[in-house]
């Protein structure tokens, strides 16, 4: 196992879940409860400091039982590590904790998951859709079954019956 | 800081004052300004609902979207190759960087060895395509501020480098010219001829940017000391490339994590001091004369080799082969119907374009699609720090603070 992985695991052995090391990206699971929990040592513990986030993303598992998979994707500046952090969320209780108060950043990249996979995020000062308009109600778009051409008042059109001849 | 003072100040008829009774009082209400959609300095659809307090910004929202097309999901849908025309489309300015670095993360995914020539010429082109952003960047922020002649400059000079990627993969800005595991073409001997000359005649030119702007009271007044933001916050915000670099961290891609053709290269990484409009302003213009530099180091290290990896699984085969080849058509059609088999994986790979830390991550099931493709843009990030870096500044400051972030809203709204 990744020192990093180690270590996160050696402070965290509830919420620890799993780790994997692949193509040289170190990547941590950890219990939804913990999540704000292992951020915030990923953020301020001095071996770790891990002070900027790249991005944060969403995956889709629709046959699992926790459906969905959030990702964080963070970066030490000082240490020139970086490191994935995961978990996962049943669809059933969409929620998920916020880490907008560790990093600013977070505050945007948090909108466009919810925006674009339904995840909802607690204590976030400003949870609405990001690049769908405000009025949308047709779904999450990136979610597995949301159809590619998109769903909603196009599928009611009605369709011209082939003109006779 | 410079900053703390510029907060709002309200304007209010003093009590105290004998005849306070008598004077008229003051009507004071915030206004709410939409700022776009169809604004000529947002470079694209963008609005922002601006909070004004007189001139003073309380508050700005900025409403994205207007551009959105759903690429990650488009991506879901086609295989590997498919994907890259896609990329163009997201910095439709700098197309090549967006090429690079999709194809830098597939090579990442797929664990591939990119020959020693192709990585120099992948170089050369990205830093050419800097160059053009950097040219068009600041011909479009010295025009949105009030100077107006470098805009003429920079664009005469970029059109240079355009009708060079013309010639070099047909397109100006639409190019596809990168290849999961290698380039599409060679330089021919009349586009490496054009280069050279290029790089002899383009340096006096951004001596000449610079005499215009800095000799010019308006802009330099406009820029500096206007939407400052520290260090640590631009850190915490995410802010990457010249945008970050400007308030004092070397945060640079190519030095922190040295890829394609740069460990073999001397350059450095100009780094700013006050995190203002103007240091940002003046680490993209030294950025051109670094890259003027990369590029005349690859041109005199570069072998001859072949421009694509040989793992006829994964890669295409060379053009000419494939009108004349069975095996080669039936590769290529394989490649571009079915696509390879992807190993299960995530991974996440960013490459320092001229924006930013542009990303890619991507999360394989096998097969030849990807199952999930999350595009780290970096113009959409730096949005994430325009309320904060507006607040207090003058309403015509917004118009700087669109440009000192490089945003371009392909790449933002994805």
């Not at chain 1, 926790?66 to 000082?78: A, G, K, L, N, P």
């Not at chain 2, 949105?144 to 100006?172: K, N, P, S």
């Not at chain 2, 640079?252 to 940002?280: H, I, M, Q, W």
Request: glycine letters at 6%; a negative charge; charged letters at 25%.
């Amino acid at each position: 196992m990744h020192q990093l992985a180690q270590r996160v695991q050696d402070t965290f052995p509830v919420g620890f879940v799993s780790s994997t090391e692949w193509r040289g990206d170190v990547s941590v699971t950890v219990t939804r409860e913990k999540i704000h929990e292992v951020a915030q040592f990923l953020h301020d513990d001095p071996g770790m400091d891990f002070d900027y986030i790249i991005h944060v993303s969403s995956v889709d598992w629709p046959d699992d039982e926790d459906r969905f998979e959030v990702v964080w994707e963070f970066y030490s500046i000082r240490k020139r590590q970086r490191i994935r952090l995961k978990t996962r969320v049943p669809e059933s209780d969409c929620i998920v904790d916020s880490l907008t108060d560790i990093w600013k950043g977070a505050d945007f990249m948090e909108r466009e998951v919810y925006d674009m996979m339904g995840i909802r995020f607690r204590n976030h000062p400003d949870l609405r859709r990001i690049l769908m308009p405000d009025d949308y109600t047709e779904g999450y778009p990136l979610r597995k079954d949301f159809p590619l051409r998109g769903k909603g008042w196009r599928d009611t059109f009605d369709f011209l019956d082939e003109v006779p001849r | 800081m410079a900053f703390e003072d510029q907060r709002t100040t309200v304007y209010k008829v003093d009590p105290e004052h004998p005849e306070s009774e008598s004077l008229p009082t003051l009507r004071t209400e915030e206004l709410l300004l939409n700022m776009g959609p169809q604004h000529p300095s947002t470079h694209g659809v963008l609005k922002v609902i601006l909070e004004l307090e007189g001139e003073r910004l309380v508050k700005s929202t900025p409403v994205l979207g207007f551009l959105h097309r759903g690429v990650e999901k488009l991506a879901e849908d086609g295989t590997y190759h498919q994907f890259i025309p896609h990329t163009d489309r997201l910095d439709y300015v700098c197309a090549m960087y967006n090429n690079f670095a999709y194809c830098r993360a597939v090579e990442k995914l797929m664990n591939l060895q990119v020959p020693d020539r192709a990585e120099y010429l992948r170089t050369i082109v990205a830093e050419v395509q800097r160059i053009i952003g950097h040219q068009f960047w600041l011909g479009t922020q010295a025009l949105d501020i009030g100077a107006m002649t470098v805009f003429f400059y920079c664009f005469r000079d970029r059109e240079i480098l355009l009708d060079w990627f013309d010639e070099l993969c047909g397109a100006r800005l639409t190019t596809s010219w990168y290849r999961i595991g290698g380039v599409e073409r060679d330089f021919t001997p009349s586009l490496l001829d054009k280069l050279k000359k290029f790089l002899d005649y383009f340096p006096p030119k951004i001596d000449e940017y610079i005499v215009f702007l800095e000799t010019n009271r308006i802009w330099v007044a406009r820029t500096k000391g206007v939407a400052v933001i520290s260090a640590e916050d631009a850190v915490s915000f995410g802010l990457s490339g010249p945008t970050l670099r400007g308030s004092g961290v070397d945060y640079d891609l190519r030095k922190y994590e040295p890829y394609s053709a740069y460990p073999k290269c001397e350059f450095s990484v100009p780094v700013g001091k006050n995190g203002d409009t103007y240091d940002r302003y003046w680490i993209r213009v030294m950025e051109l004369y670094e890259s003027v530099k990369i590029i005349r180091q690859c041109l005199e290290q570069m072998q001859e080799g072949p421009i694509m990896a040989d793992v006829p699984s994964v890669t295409l085969p060379p053009k000419e082969r494939v009108f004349t080849n069975l095996e080669s058509m039936i590769q290529q059609f394989k490649l571009f119907s079915q696509g390879f088999n992807a190993p299960p994986g995530e991974i996440y790979c960013g490459t320092e374009a001229h924006k930013g830390e542009l990303g890619f991550h991507i999360v394989s099931t096998g097969g030849g699609k990807p199952y999930r493709l999350k595009i780290r843009a970096p113009s959409f990030i730096h949005m994430g720090a325009f309320d904060y870096m507006s607040r207090g500044y003058m309403i015509a400051d917004a118009i700087t603070l669109f440009g000192t972030y490089d945003i371009v809203m392909g790449e933002c709204d994805r």
